[in-house]
Each structure stands twice: as structure tokens, then as C-alpha cells.
């Protein structure tokens, strides 16, 4: 990693206590004119004020202590590098209170951060912009001159001056709204004053919008703010919201602090999904938006999913705020955790506990095996660093140990210890050792111990399991080691082997959802006596795939579990994690590649929704990584036997009595057979194609993907032309991003590079690009070097475009991730070098490293896996 460069947090003689802030945006020039009268505290005397600022102009600034003389700023000094200003004072400012006036100019910036402008069509097909902000982590600065710490908190008074034929939002409600005396054509717009927050918070947007209100059982006003002509779709949204407040007052017992929340759907925003204010939160239009009629299930879930974690935020975050960036991960890998639970509360339906595990657990433990890898919780210095920790280990892993912690605990200790902790840093900020102290009077249980464990260090342990039956009784000789997806270690290395506390769960066949016996496991082995389970029982370490580790079965105990994924005695979740271990352990070298397979083909009965999508990921790498053989087309075959039965047990049509899930499997295995070659699959999903083209039977939106996967990855140039046709109709952003990531699949080469094209056009919002580019280069060799090849070629617009986003890195994973050759490593490594993209170069590194365990995947395993599938074919069939 290069040099830190030094950061000085801001000095604490001066602190604001409220900031009086007056915005008139110009949505012609993209300038902005603001006023500051900040209410603050000199506590001790100074002659000057440090404060952030970032592309700001001051005019002129002066600070007018309570009843004296107004002193005159003499000295502007910005330290651009450090985005911060020093206002020089002639003489000291003494100690107590005193107004700071600032007038100052600044730019509405096309970088999605700060004050920035979104460009949006009108229904007549006029461009115009709204002026939209995006403050975390660091970029309120960019809006007005500020002290942009989240330990600094103070109350808002914001009015902004703007168009009166627009609508003005805020945190806070409306309190007066009035003529401009000098431009008739505008009106200001005065908002109530803010609770205590943090600057990160803060929020307004200017533009065009309808909306759609009600109100929560427990009366507060929910509205969604949708694009003029669209409020209709901002109906689930709303729903979920309404369901989703009183769900938390309930579950923190801590009531919701304001009379309104107004959630948004912006145009053009950076942040993945959605970023979250006090009061107010603002949505990609894809995270909002729901059609009824053109809106697929997994969008409905999403939505659900994206709302449930914002609103999260409200208490976790706004109400309680991290006391610096260090403690991030716990705001996020929280909301990201509850996101489910409140979910699961709403629509019970969806199984999302399951797909957690799926989506969010198998993610991070395959990030968290890599030597890149890094802690949970990563000290932070300057917050540019932030940028770089807000990925899949803050999130995803976040909210796995926060899951394994609630399981250990149990949810009415968890509660009780949540509920002290958000009443006991109401409006204040806290630390992460804060919460775990909390928990830990609430439960009695070393809390503080058991997750430094899994916070302070990174990786998790595999858990290796051999037994032996006594009598009634079956002992257990477990023992624990680092996990690393580049197999068993030497134990030769330096240095202590780190040790987690690991809260062990066991349960046996005689009941798969009953827990038989937990333990917290302290040290690097131990040996555990279950009572009272006969030698015709299975063991199963870990139910419901809880604990945040891997588990590595004797083969005897794994054989005695097979049965239990065939006759669906286990539950869908642990099937679906004994595959996901299993197909880990054989990446890693510790097994062989065909025990993996040869446990696949045990689901043949298995109804599952996320359990065949984790199936279905798992075979797309092993697919991915088969491209660089001869073999490919052996492995499609394969998993053309592997989804057949439950294709044909499914069918085309949606039957009466199905569900959400059976809509998502349905398109899965579609799909899934389609880009596999499965001919029946494909001769429909033609026939489909040519009618919903030509308006006699419009798809419905669930099977939508899946056909234009299909015939595009069988299609010509002529296919392609139609589905950009179609993408030019589309009205639905939803529509428009749903062939955007499916373009790629396209297999002639000019045609391939006819989409890199596109991606790079006006026709493809800029943000959307990135989908664009991974969906070629995910779907076949080819498409792969030529995303490669596009991305070097364009590196410098690619850059510019996303500055130090996420979306950077997103990029560039999604572009060379899939590679298998040891001088590929080396070529991503040094272009990298000599373009350097510093908020992604941890992502490069675990790139690299992916890469090379490709490449080492391939050469130990290949000639066996070949044979196996040769075998399989000759083989009569059973």
C-alpha cells in the first residue's frame, strides 16, 4: 500500500452550534451563491478558524462575537490538498459565543459529490437538470464551509432560493415559503431547524417531482418523490416504508424522532444504491421504482431490501453516529444485516434469510480467504482512505458477524442490549467498543472477546471435524486454523497461526432445525461429546450457516450427510452452505474438483430458489474457468443435465398459487439452460422473443432476462440491433439496465465490440457503463480480452468518468476477474502500475490474486475434471 499521507483531524477552539445556511443554485451557469451565519463556540482565544472547504470561493467572512464589534477576516488560506481553508483574524477571537458570517461561491459539479447537478429528460423530451447533494463521507465541504467531522454535530437552519416553479426538499419540513424580493421568477424556501447531526447529513435537492404520501401506523408522513408522470411506481417503495418504521420502534423501542421521512429517486447517483440522510433519503431510480406491470420479483426485493437498510440508518447512524470513520463498518454492516430482518418481518414470503447467505455470507467469505483481504474494522486516518474499506468486508462481512452475534446472544438479550445503547448515544457519537459493551451487560457474555476476534483480524478459520462413535454417544475432535483460499498453510510461517472465538452450533439428523448442543470455541482444538446420537445419525456442524467459517468434514461424516440433501432433510440454508464449503475447499486445493461435482449432481430433487442460485454462481466460475480448455462445451453439457429436470418440472408459465420465489427460479434455471445451449429452452424462448418483439405477447417481466440472454448469446447482428432498438424505447430505467447487463452475451466478435461501443455512448447513463462492460466480459473468452482490451483503450475517459468512486473498482473487477493465467496477473499488475487508480488498488491486488489461484485451479485440477465428464457421458444413464 503507498505512504499515508499525514492527516490532522480539525482543531477544537472553535465549534459550531448551529449553522444558518442560505443556497441559491443557478441551474443554467451550474454556480451556486451561499451565505453562512454559523451560531459558534470559541472556547479557547485564537486569531484564527480552521474549517473544511473544497472548490469554494469566499468572499468575504467575519466573525461578530455576542455583543461586540464584527471583526473582519484579513486572510483567506486554502490547503487544497487537505480541503481545508484558515480564515486569518486581525486580533483573537476570545472565549464564548459568536456569529461567523461567510458569503461564498461555489459549483454545481457533474462529479456525483457535493452540490452537484443530475441531468434528467422532461415527458416533452427537454433536457434540463436538478441540482441533487451526496455529503458522505466527506463532501458537504463542497456545499458550504463547514467542520466536516461526524463527531462534529450541530442543528441546521436551511432555506434555499430557487425557481418557483421547482420543488425544494430538505431534511426537515417546510415552515415558510415566500417570494424573492430581487427575481420575481424565484421563491425561497425556509425549512424547519434540524435535530443535532452530523454534516454528513444534511440534504437538499431541487428539481421536478411528483409523489405519492401516507402514513405510518404510528403517524408519521411517508412520501416518495418519483420523476414527474411516474408516482404510480413509487407505491412498493412507500408500502415498504410505512411497514418498515414502526417495525424498528418496535424492535429498538426507540421511537422514530421527526414527523416526516421523504425518500427520493434521483437520476444520476453514484452511490450503489442509495445514501442516506437524516429524515431524507435519495435512491437510484432502480432501488425506487416499482411497475407493477414491467418490474420483475427481483427488482420488488431489492427495493424492499434497499429501503429496509436506509431507514435502518435513521436510528443506526443519524440518531447514534460513528465517532469517526474507523467505525463505519458498524453503521453499514448493521443496516446491512437488519436490512434482512426487517424484510423477512414485511415478507416472509421471500425466504430472505436464505438468500442472505447466498448474497451476502458466501460473498464475504470468499473475499475475506484472499491474502488482500483486510480487518473489519481498519483505522482510518485521512478519510480519502474511506473509499477504499467501504467494500464487500464492511458490508458483507459486517453484517454476517452481526448475524453470528444476534444468534449467539439470542434476539431478546440483543434487543435489550441494542435499545441501551442507541437511548444511552441519543444524538451523540459512539465507538464500536460502545456497543459491544452494551451487549455484553445485556447478555452476560463475553462480547467484547468473542468479536474483537472476528473484527481486529482479518480472515475467519476453517473448522476441520472428525468423529467417532462411543456407545450412544458420538465425540468430536474439532480443531480450527486460518482459512486461506490458496489452501493449508506450512506451519512454518513466522508468527503466531491466529485463533478466533468461534460460537460452535451442532444438531443432528434426528432434528436438522434444533440446535443439540452450542459452544464457544476458545482454542485451537477440542474434542466435544454429543449425547444420546446412534451410528446410523448425521452430525452437521453449524446449522442454519450461521458462524462466519468454513467447515471441512471427515469423509465419512460428509457421506452420512448426502442423504440429508437428497431427501431434503436438511434445511435449505445448509444445504446450500455444505455445497458452497465444499466447492470453496476445492478451489483452494484442499479436495478434489470432482467430489464437488459429484455432490452437485446429489440436488436433483431440490426446490430451492437460493440454493440453485448458489448452485448456479458456484458452476458459472467453474464455467468461466473451463473456457480456458477444450473442454467447455463438456461442462455446459453438464449443467444442461444438472437444471433439465427441474426446467421441464417448472415449465414457461407462471401457475396459479405461485409465489416470489417460484417467479426467481423460474428465470434462473431459464437462463441458465438457455446460455447452456439447451435446445428446447432456446427454440421457445425464440418464439417468445419474435412475439414480445413484435406486440402480440408481451414477456412477462420475470422472463424477460432469461430470454434475452438467451437469444442474444445465440444470436446475430440482427438479434442485437433489436434489442438496442428495445433499450432505446424502454421508458423503465429498470428495462434499460436489464438489457444493458445482458448486451455482453452476444458471441460474434465485431458484434462484441459493437457493445463495448455503446457502452461508452450518451445512450448509457454513465454510472450504468460498468454493466455494460462486466456483461461482456463475463460471458465468454472472448468478451473477456475484449473488455480488457476496451477498458486499457479507454482508460483515461473510464477514469475521469468515476473519478475515485466504488465504481472504479467495480470496473476493473469485473473486467479481470475472470482470468486464468499466470502473465495476465502480471500484465493487470503493471498497467495498473503505470495508471494508478488509488481508491482501487486493493481491489487490483485481489484481482491479481484471484487470477493466480485461477490459474493454479486450472492446472491441478483440469485433466480430472475432464475425465469425469467424459466418464459421466459413456456412463449409462441411471
Known amino acids: 500500500m503507498p505512504e499515508r499521507r499525514p492527516f490532522v483531524r480539525l482543531p477544537t477552539d472553535v465549534t459550531p452550534v448551529n449553522y444558518g445556511l442560505c443556497l441559491k443554485p443557478d441551474l443554467i451557469d451550474f454556480t451556486f451563491e451561499g451565505k453562512l451565519e454559523a451560531l459558534v463556540e470559541v472556547t479557547q482565544s485564537t486569531n484564527q478558524i480552521v474549517m473544511n472547504c473544497a472548490d469554494i470561493d469566499i468572499i468575504t467572512a467575519s466573525f461578530c462575537p455576542q455583543g461586540a464589534e464584527e471583526i473582519n477576516a484579513t486572510g483567506f488560506n486554502y490547503q487544497n490538498e487537505d480541503e481545508k481553508v484558515t480564515l486569518s483574524f486581525p486580533s483573537a477571537l476570545q472565549k464564548g459565543s459568536g456569529t461567523l458570517k461567510i458569503d461564498f461561491v461555489g459549483e454545481l459539479n457533474d462529479k456525483m459529490k457535493g452540490f452537484y447537478r443530475s441531468k434528467y429528460t422532461t415527458a416533452a423530451g427537454e433536457v434540463r437538470y436538478a441540482a441533487v447533494t451526496q455529503f458522505e463521507a466527506t463532501d458537504a465541504r463542497r456545499a458550504f464551509p463547514c467542520w466536516d467531522e461526524p463527531a462534529i454535530k450541530a442543528t441546521f437552519d436551511i432555506s434555499l432560493i430557487v425557481p418557483k416553479d421547482r420543488v425544494a426538499l430538505s431534511n426537515m419540513n417546510v415552515i415558510d415559503r415566500k417570494p424573492y424580493p430581487e427575481d420575481e421568477n424565484l421563491v425561497e424556501v425556509k425549512f424547519a431547524t434540524t435535530p443535532i447531526m452530523s454534516t454528513y447529513l444534511v440534504a437538499f435537492v431541487i428539481g421536478e417531482y411528483d409523489f405519492v404520501e401516507s402514513q405510518s401506523s404510528d403517524g408519521i408522513t411517508v412520501r416518495v418523490y418519483t420523476p414527474v408522470g411516474k408516482a404510480e411506481q413509487g407505491k412498493f417503495a412507500l408500502e415498504v416504508a410505512t411497514k418498515t418504521l414502526p417495525f424498528y420502534k418496535d424492535y429498538f423501542n426507540v421511537p422514530y424522532p421527526l414527523p416526516k421521512i421523504d425518500l427520493i429517486a434521483i437520476a444520476d447517483f453514484a452511490a450503489d444504491h442509495s445514501c442516506v440522510n437524516l429524515k431524507f433519503v435519495f435512491y437510484r431510480e432502480t432501488a425506487l421504482l416499482i411497475d407493477p406491470k414491467n418490474s420483475c420479483s427481483s427488482s420488488r426485493q431489492w427495493v424492499a431490501l434497499v429501503v429496509g437498510h436506509e431507514l435502518a440508518h435513521q436510528w443506526f447512524g443519524n440518531l447514534v453516529t460513528m465517532e469517526w470513520w474507523t467505525h463505519l463498518w458498524l453503521n453499514e454492516g448493521f443496516a446491512s444485516?437488519?436490512?434482512?430482518?426487517?424484510?423477512?418481518?414485511?415478507?416472509?414470503?421471500?425466504?430472505?434469510?436464505?438468500?442472505?447467505?447466498?448474497?451476502?455470507?458466501?460473498?464475504?467469505?470468499?473475499?475475506?480467504?484472499?491474502?488482500?483481504?483486510?480487518?473489519?474494522?481498519?483505522?482510518?486516518?485521512?478519510?480519502?482512505?474511506?473509499?477504499?474499506?467501504?467494500?464487500?468486508?464492511?458490508?458483507?462481512?459486517?453484517?454476517?458477524?452481526?448475524?453470528?452475534?444476534?444468534?449467539?446472544?439470542?434476539?431478546?438479550?440483543?434487543?435489550?442490549?441494542?435499545?441501551?445503547?442507541?437511548?444511552?448515544?441519543?444524538?451523540?457519537?459512539?465507538?464500536?467498543?460502545?456497543?459491544?459493551?452494551?451487549?455484553?451487560?445485556?447478555?452476560?457474555?463475553?462480547?467484547?472477546?468473542?468479536?474483537?476476534?472476528?473484527?481486529?483480524?482479518?480472515?475467519?478459520?476453517?473448522?476441520?471435524?472428525?468423529?467417532?462413535?462411543?456407545?450412544?454417544?458420538?465425540?468430536?475432535?474439532?480443531?480450527?486454523?486460518?482459512?486461506?483460499?490458496?489452501?493449508?498453510?506450512?506451519?512454518?510461517?513466522?508468527?503466531?497461526?491466529?485463533?478466533?472465538?468461534?460460537?460452535?452450533?451442532?444438531?443432528?439428523?434426528?432434528?436438522?432445525?434444533?440446535?443439540?448442543?452450542?459452544?464457544?470455541?476458545?482454542?485451537?482444538?477440542?474434542?466435544?461429546?454429543?449425547?444420546?446420537?446412534?451410528?446410523?445419525?448425521?452430525?452437521?456442524?453449524?446449522?442454519?450457516?450461521?458462524?462466519?467459517?468454513?467447515?471441512?468434514?471427515?469423509?465419512?461424516?460428509?457421506?452420512?450427510?448426502?442423504?440429508?440433501?437428497r431427501d431434503l432433510s436438511l434445511q435449505p440454508v445448509d444445504r446450500l452452505g455444505l455445497q458452497n464449503d465444499l466447492f470453496s475447499l476445492a478451489r483452494a486445493g484442499m479436495i478434489s474438483t470432482v467430489e464437488v461435482l459429484k455432490l452437485m449432481e446429489a440436488f436433483v430433487n431440490e426446490p430451492n430458489y437460493t440454493v440453485w442460485s448458489d448452485l448456479s454462481c458456484n458452476l458459472g466460475v467453474l464455467s468461466c474457468l473451463l473456457s480456458h480448455t477444450d473442454f467447455h462445451e463438456e461442462i455446459q453439457a453438464f449443467i444442461r443435465d444438472l437444471f433439465t429436470p427441474i426446467g421441464q418440472k417448472l415449465g414457461w408459465e407462471c401457475r396459479p398459487g405461485e409465489g416470489h420465489l417460484d417467479a426467481l427460479l423460474r428465470g434462473l434455471v431459464l437462463g441458465k439452460l438457455g446460455k447452456a445451449g439447451h435446445k428446447p429452452t432456446l427454440e421457445e424462448a425464440r418464439r417468445r422473443f419474435k412475439d414480445h418483439v413484435e406486440g402480440k405477447l408481451v414477456l412477462p417481466a420475470d422472463l424477460r432476462s432469461p430470454v434475452y440472454l438467451t437469444v442474444l448469446k445465440h444470436g446475430d447482428s440482427a438479434t442485437l440491433e433489436t434489442m438496442l432498438k428495445l433499450h432505446k424505447q424502454a421508458d423503465m430505467q429498470e428495462e434499460k439496465n436489464r438489457i444493458e447487463r445482458v448486451l455482453g452475451a452476444i458471441s460474434a466478435p465485431d458484434l462484441i465490440q459493437k457493445v463495448l461501443t455503446f457502452a461508452l455512448s450518451e445512450e448509457v447513463r454513465p454510472q450504468d457503463t460498468v454493466s455494460v462492460i462486466g456483461g461482456v466480459a463475463g460471458s465468454s473468452k472472448q468478451g473477456r480480452k475484449a473488455a480488457w482490451k476496451f477498458v486499457k483503450d479507454n482508460w483515461e475517459e473510464l477514469y475521469n468518468r468515476y473519478q475515485g468512486g466504488f465504481l472504479i473498482s467495480r470496473l476493473i473487477k469485473l473486467t479481470v476477474d475472470g482470468f486464468a493465467i499466470d502473465k495476465m496477473a502480471t500484465e493487470v499488475k503493471s498497467f495498473f502500475e503505470s495508471h494508478p487508480a488509488p481508491s482501487a488498488e486493493r481491489t487490483v491486488e485481489q484481482c491479481c490474486e484471484n487470477i493466480l489461484l485461477n490459474a493454479a485451479w486450472l492446472k491441478r485440477d483440469a485433466d480430472d475434471i475432464h475425465q469425469y465428464l467424459l466418464q459421466r457421458k459413456s456412463a449409462p444413464s441411471v
Open 337 to 565: 444485516w437488519i436490512e434482512y430482518l426487517c424484510v423477512d418481518h414485511c415478507f416472509p414470503e421471500y425466504d430472505i434469510w436464505t438468500q442472505f447467505v447466498s448474497a451476502d455470507y458466501t460473498r464475504a467469505l470468499d473475499l475475506d480467504a484472499l491474502d488482500s483481504s483486510h480487518p473489519i474494522e481498519v483505522n482510518v486516518g485521512h478519510p480519502s482512505e474511506v473509499d477504499e474499506i467501504f467494500d464487500a468486508i464492511s458490508y458483507s462481512k459486517g453484517a454476517s458477524v452481526i448475524r453470528m452475534l444476534h444468534n449467539y446472544i439470542g434476539d431478546e438479550d440483543f434487543r435489550k442490549g441494542m435499545n441501551a445503547y442507541l437511548v444511552k448515544f441519543q444524538h451523540k457519537n459512539a465507538a464500536t467498543e460502545d456497543l459491544w459493551e452494551c451487549l455484553e451487560q445485556a447478555s452476560g457474555k463475553p462480547i467484547a472477546a468473542v468479536m474483537s476476534s472476528w473484527t481486529k483480524q482479518m480472515g475467519f478459520p476453517i473448522i476441520v471435524v472428525d468423529q467417532e462413535q462411543v456407545l450412544k454417544d458420538r465425540i468430536l475432535k474439532i480443531t480450527q486454523k486460518k482459512f486461506c483460499a490458496s489452501g493449508p498453510q506450512s506451519e512454518a510461517v513466522e508468527g503466531e497461526c491466529p485463533n478466533w472465538m468461534v460460537p460452535l452450533s451442532i444438531c443432528s439428523s434426528e432434528d436438522a432445525k434444533c440446535t443439540k448442543l452450542k459452544v464457544l470455541l476458545d482454542r485451537p482444538e477440542t474434542t466435544i461429546t454429543v449425547s444420546g446420537v446412534g451410528p446410523d445419525q448425521w452430525i452437521k456442524i453449524n446449522p442454519g450457516t450461521v458462524g462466519f467459517y468454513r467447515i471441512q468434514y471427515s469423509s465419512s461424516m460428509l457421506e452420512s450427510l448426502l442423504p440429508g440433501i
